[in-house]
């Protein structure tokens, strides 16, 4: 039987998702704990990974078991096994067929930064710092230039192995509010993929744009240009994956 | 010359603001940094300790220096010193006469905790889990039992040296939205001074009367009862010292 979790990590002391022979990573932990949970070696697989240092608030993830647990009561039974920094909220029985990587239609992350005069302790582990106030209208018409289907080959990373770098990304929305000590702003961009480190390189260049860079690099880079054209890639832990959308409501409400 | 500072930690990895033979404490820390700018023993002293693993947003310290440093400029000249955890937001000369633990003239901590299913990774730095779901009315209904000027002194754990526990609760706010995975809920106390562990002691019973327990509870403690009648000490990594207020302006704006 195939199952379904919906699950949240603070990724600060994780090396990403991917398991690795020496590493603490998310993986390595969710299988720890399913495979003590089940007797027998389980994989756990997700819907992609983050890398070291991002943050999820709902990554999709699959287990094959055979148990006699019900579905919905498997995420209480791995959260004992779990460490504070990575917990399981719900759990399901997979629909027929499921495949939590291929079947993912779109993902939403979202990048915090805030300005401020300086660091500031208390958004340390979930933000990064601008040292520029930007202007919210500017980084708004950066974000319209990079929503629609592109090549994003210029937005990634070295190390890449993705067969194309045409994604389609359906929204940018810009949100931003007051803090005592300066102003936070969030990034969250929804897409049916993403190349590696693409979500880190859009923010830095809509934050580069904000703090008064002009948009001729964005056009340049989604029409052949390459990665030089644009701002330094935004520090890891100001990202989070908020959600994987599969096209159908994966956790129905419990049978109570 | 007495300088001012106004400092922001996360503490979770500091055992409380005092300094301590072996410990890492923010007094320590702050005083290290203060050592090596000014090359000789600083004190730095706050407008009142707080525990291990309590956070504060606006802590007011101060300490006695003799520099060239303009005033203004002496938080970026600690920060280079401090680690991430700790950073001075502000400073400035302090007014003539000024003492930053006897001239509070009132404080306000801020309790946060949430109801959710399961634990929430990324709300476990900074609140406290609620395993039933409050009500609102409920809680606004205790707290305004607990504002006002009453003998505190079943709200106090063992081990304080306060010469009265006679302390003015000003205001209660109570506040709370919605969360993906549950509801978020603050409580934000304001008052002339605090016994040791009354904020996570006061939250602690608003919590419990909004889950069902009586007021009597309250009533009898305020009027001699003992510290059983009430709910256990909420968990410090809800609680942050929020302001402190000294009944005038301590940062002016900079002159540019």
Redesign the interface.
Known sequence: MRYVLLV???GTHFCGYQRQREERTVQSVLEKAATEAFGTFTRVTASGRTDAGV?A??QVCQLDAETSVPAHKL??CL?CLLP??????KSAVAPEGFDCTRGAKKKTYRYTAYY???????L???AARLAVKPDLSRMEEAASLLEGEHDFAAFCSAGSSAKTSVRTVYGIQIGSEPL??GQLYTISVTGNGFLYNMVRILAGEIFAVGCGKSTDAIVRALNGGGRTLLAKTMPARGL?LVSVDYGAELFPPEEV
């Open positions: 949240q990590y603070d943050h608030r709902g995420s209480a959260n504070p920094d990575c917990k399981v909220l401020a005069e300086t660091e500031l302790p208390l340390a582990r979930y005592p000590e989070m």
